[in-house]
């Protein structure tokens, strides 16, 4: 086994690698860019080096880099994580010319399965079904559109060097290929430096079921079962699970044996997974094969009790597999969600901020937790805006969905926009429950999922009164002890009025409403006047902060994050933001920018489809942002003349900013 290790990744998986190696015994070295100095990967590794900007390429993949670390450090081998340089077969080489081991499979095979044609050719020679597509070099736009013709649509469009969804579009019919093929090389391009394409059927109701492999030096391969990623958003999985669901013994040990065959194919070693696409008649085809490590990988590791890193680093180390195919079996059912900082509501467009207060679920023997952040930290524009990743297990998926449920509806977070309650209408909803799921699942149940927004409820507004009060009870209990006269009126809070009832009055401001408040004090609490009821409420502050109130004789806890004028109330699972208002301090100073466009994320320009002066009609392309690898296109929201642009290809952007001004017919 190795003495050192240098983890060549950040976040979540640079800290769950760094959990294994410190339970083995193995010293861990971190990297760390400008934007990473205080980060919790940095933290818990034993040594961390800086090696450069915040972009990653200026630091994570900059392998000359690395390898200088590996160097200074005495570090024998590389743990790549998932994503930067993973799957970069330059890399792999340079460790090895430099006698540092890559813990991951051989140049080769990172080489064989680095390109989606490329390793559909492959998978063709080793009988492994595929899906009907082209794969081959060339690329003009009339051949895909021909290949398109005689495939029939739909179709989609990948990056051959691609993952993770970037680089990839559904095309539905013949008029939006070519903006569609534009659109994802353009993506390829920036996410892999590669803009390759290859084209396939489209599978209207598949399953995404892929299959854990490992292999060893000494021609070991076995498979490590099966997890279904069917829900999926952009082409990247939001909920994964182990053992598929609907799965039978028969179809399990088929897609297992073809995924054993794929790894041996290209003479394999290490862990990798084999993704495939299972139709409704139980036809299975290859879709692609990971070389490396998977997000998804802990829902594999609660149902076989295995380490999956630790198997790498054993793999690495030149010694056998721990386990043979006969020794592995399943044991109970695990759910894993990826808790992102994005906006459901807003095609999930990622969110950046502040995470101010964080705090998630218990774990237990039922619920796991993998992250790298912590509360204080940021969440930036320059890296996946992942929070962490929840893991559930129970003897049956039944179990597992109850305690998914419960976590989620006690996972707070604020600071920052995020898709926690998105998962839980999801977990919930009847069609997941009783898996009717495909990869179109989130589409198909669309209103469901993204319900209009419901004005903020009698029971926010009420904890957010008492906690506006309490606060004030304490402000004031503060100052009396501090003052020459602790019974003076003046450190009272009581709502005496000269000739009327003691109350006070609060505003918030909810979706844009203003919505008042008329709080009577009473001796056993406050009488609160709220929109759909009067309700006498009462409570105190337990030992975290957090407030115990009574409702109209309902108990409940809740927690309420203060910060400047912005109350987060987080109650029943979900977050309700509000926001104080002075009415007298408002009265001049409520304007509204008028056929103004503004920026929904931070980002760059990718490009301005329009002039000043140019006469657009509503739902015309405008222009294009890019943020995180992914693109996003602003439209045209109605008819008129464009009056200024603020912005040109290539700036930055800080999300909210205004970005066009069009002047309505």
């Known amino acids: 086994m190795f003495s050192k290790i240098l983890i060549a990744n950040r976040g979540e998986i640079a800290c769950r690698v760094i959990k294994t190696a410190r339970r083995l015994g193995v010293k861990t070295v971190a990297v760390y860019s400008d934007a990473d100095a205080g980060a919790m990967h940095v933290a818990m590794a034993d040594e961390a080096y800086h090696i450069g900007g915040a972009a990653a390429a200026e630091s994570y993949l900059d392998y000359n880099k690395i390898i200088d670390v590996c160097k200074k450090s005495g570090a024998e081998a590389v743990h790549p994580g998932y994503g930067f340089l993973s799957e970069n077969a330059a890399f792999c080489k340079a460790l090895a010319e430099n006698d540092i081991i890559f813990i991951g499979p051989p140049v080769g095979a990172i080489e064989a399965m680095g390109s989606k044609s490329a390793a559909k050719a492959i998978m063709e020679k080793a009988d492994v079904p595929l899906v009907p597509g082209y794969h081959g070099d060339e690329q003009s736009i009339d051949l895909m559109r021909a290949e398109a013709e005689k495939m029939g649509y739909p179709v989609i469009l990948k990056a051959a060097a691609g993952g993770g969804g970037k680089g990839m579009r559904i095309v539905w019919k013949a008029e939006e290929i070519e903006s569609a093929y534009d659109a994802?090389?353009?993506?390829?391009?920036?996410?892999?430096?590669?803009?390759?394409?290859?084209?396939?059927?489209?599978?209207?109701?598949?399953?995404?079921?892929?299959?854990?492999?490992?292999?060893?030096?000494?021609?070991?391969?076995?498979?490590?079962?099966?997890?279904?990623?069917?829900?999926?958003?952009?082409?990247?999985?939001?909920?994964?699970?182990?053992?598929?669901?609907?799965?039978?013994?028969?179809?399990?040990?088929?897609?297992?044996?073809?995924?054993?065959?794929?790894?041996?194919?290209?003479?394999?070693?290490?862990?990798?997974?084999?993704?495939?696409?299972?139709?409704?008649?139980?036809?299975f085809y290859f879709m692609e094969m990971n070389t490396r490590l998977q997000v998804e990988h802990p829902v594999t590791e609660m149902i076989t009790g295995e380490d999956l890193v630790e198997w790498q680093l054993r793999v690495a180390a030149g010694q056998p597999l721990p386990r043979k195919q006969d020794d592995l079996s399943i044991n109970g059912h695990a759910i894993e969600v990826r808790v992102y900082a994005e906006d459901p509501d807003n095609d999930f467009l990622p969110a950046t901020g502040k995470l101010t207060h964080l705090r998630p679920p218990q774990e237990s023997a039922h619920v796991r937790i993998d992250t790298g952040v912590r509360e204080g930290d940021e969440v930036s524009i320059h890296y996946d805006p992942m929070i962490s990743k929840l893991i559930v297990w129970a003897n049956t998926r039944e179990g597992a969905l109850r305690h998914l449920r419960k976590a989620l509806n006690e996972y707070q977070v604020v600071g920052v926009t995020t898709n926690i309650e998105f998962l839980a209408t999801v977990a919930a909803h009847p069609a997941f429950v009783n898996f009717d799921v495909d990869t179109g699942f989130i589409a198909r149940h669309e209103n469901d999922l993204f319900p209009d927004r419901e004005n903020v409820t009698d029971d926010a507004l009420a904890l957010a009164c008492l906690d506006v009060f309490l606060s004030r009870e304490e402000e004031a209990q503060a100052a009396a002890d501090w003052s020459g006269d602790p019974f003076s009126p003046w450190n009272s809070t009581c709502g005496f009025r000269m000739n009327d009832d003691n109350h006070h009055e609060l505003y918030f401001v909810n979706n844009e409403d203003i919505i008042t408040v008329t709080c009577h004090y009473r001796d056993d609490g406050f009488l609160m006047e709220l929109p759909n009821d009067d309700v006498l409420v009462r409570g105190v502050r337990d030992a975290n902060g957090d407030l115990l109130a009574d409702l109209g004789g309902r108990r409940m806890k809740a927690t309420v994050v203060r910060h400047g004028e912005t109350l987060d109330i987080l109650v029943h699972g979900r977050a309700h933001a509000l926001k104080l208002f002075d009415p007298l301090a408002a009265a001049d100073g409520m304007t509204e920018a008028s056929g103004s466009l503004t920026s929904p994320m931070p980002g760059k320009v990718v490009a301005v489809m329009v002039e000043k002066d140019q006469a657009v009609s509503e739902g015309d392309a405008l222009m294009i942002l890019e943020a995180m690898k992914m693109e996003h296109t602003i439209y045209a929201p109605m008819d008129g003349v464009v009056q200024d642009i603020f912005f040109n290809a290539g700036d930055q952007l800080e999300e909210g900013v205004e970005l066009l001004k069009i002047q309505s017919e």
């Open 184 to 283: 994802a090389k353009r993506e390829a391009m920036k996410g892999f430096g590669d803009d390759h394409m290859l084209i396939e059927k489209y599978l209207t109701k598949p399953r995404h079921v892929e299959i854990q492999v490992f292999a060893d030096q000494h021609d070991n391969v076995v498979y490590l079962f099966e997890r279904d990623c069917s829900v999926q958003r952009r082409h990247q999985k939001v909920f994964e699970e182990a053992p598929a669901p609907l799965m039978t013994h028969d179809l399990r040990h088929k897609m297992g044996e073809a995924a054993c065959n794929a790894a041996r194919a290209i003479g394999y070693e290490g862990a990798g997974t084999v993704e495939f696409l299972l139709d409704e008649d139980g036809s």
